[in-house]
Every structure is written in structure tokens, then in C-alpha cells.
Nanobody, 124 residues
């Protein structure tokens, strides 16, 4: 069973930047769609970014377009979420996931592996 481990979360001031990493225990980023979701306190989990295995094309949620980017390094079995111009509303636990197809919906029929999450706390 492949495992995903996120890192890079922390406390950051509004307007700042963070880069999250998602390390996989196996070679999944070259074979599977993968992405990032987040869950803020009291809110449902939502997708923010996805990257396809086939051509490396990416999808970004409207709420993060122009501020976040997703990338992967197949050789290092690692995926990244670069976050800039962070806002208070970006505060959440961020999860990486492996999917059958890129989607922003946390559908258990589509997502077969979740990481444990890393907390991003944006302060004013």
C-alpha cells in the first residue's frame, strides 16, 4: 500500500509564502493523478490543485489561481504545492491524495490514498 506524507506546513503571515511537499513511498506520480485538498475548521474538504500523470497538466481551483502552483518530481517521488500571497482564508489542513482522475471533489470512489495532512496557519 502506497503511503503519502505531507510536510512544510506552519505558521505564516498573510501575504507570505509556503511550499508543501508530499512524499510517496512508491512511484505513483508518474502513473496516477495526484493533488492537494484542504479542510478548514468547520468546513468541508475541498480540492485546490491537481496534476495529471499523462502529460503533467494541472488544474487549480479558482480560489487559488494566480497564487498557488502544483508540481511534481517523479524521480524523487515527491509532489509540491507552492503557495504565495497567502490569505487568512487559506488556513486549513492540507492533504495530498492519489486519484483515478483529477477532481476537486473528495469522492472516495476516485481517491484511493490520502496523506495524514499538514496544517497551514495564516495569521494577520
Amino acid at each position: 500500500q502506497v503511503q503519502l506524507v505531507e510536510s512544510g506546513g506552519g505558521l505564516v503571515q498573510a501575504g507570505g509564502s509556503l511550499r508543501l511537499s508530499c512524499a510517496a513511498s512508491g512511484r505513483i506520480f508518474s502513473d496516477s493523478a495526484t493533488g492537494w485538498f484542504r479542510q478548514a475548521p468547520g468546513k468541508e474538504r475541498e480540492g485546490v490543485a491537481c496534476i495529471r500523470a499523462s502529460d503533467g497538466s494541472t488544474l487549480l481551483a479558482d480560489s487559488v489561481k494566480g497564487r498557488f502552483s502544483i508540481a511534481k518530481d517523479n524521480a524523487k517521488n515527491t509532489m509540491y504545492l507552492q503557495m504565495t500571497s497567502l490569505k487568512l482564508e487559506d488556513t486549513a489542513v492540507y492533504y495530498c491524495a492519489r486519484m483515478e482522475v483529477c477532481s476537486f471533489v473528495p469522492n472516495p470512489r476516485n481517491i484511493n490514498v490520502w496523506g495524514q495532512g499538514t496544517l497551514v496557519n495564516v495569521s494577520s
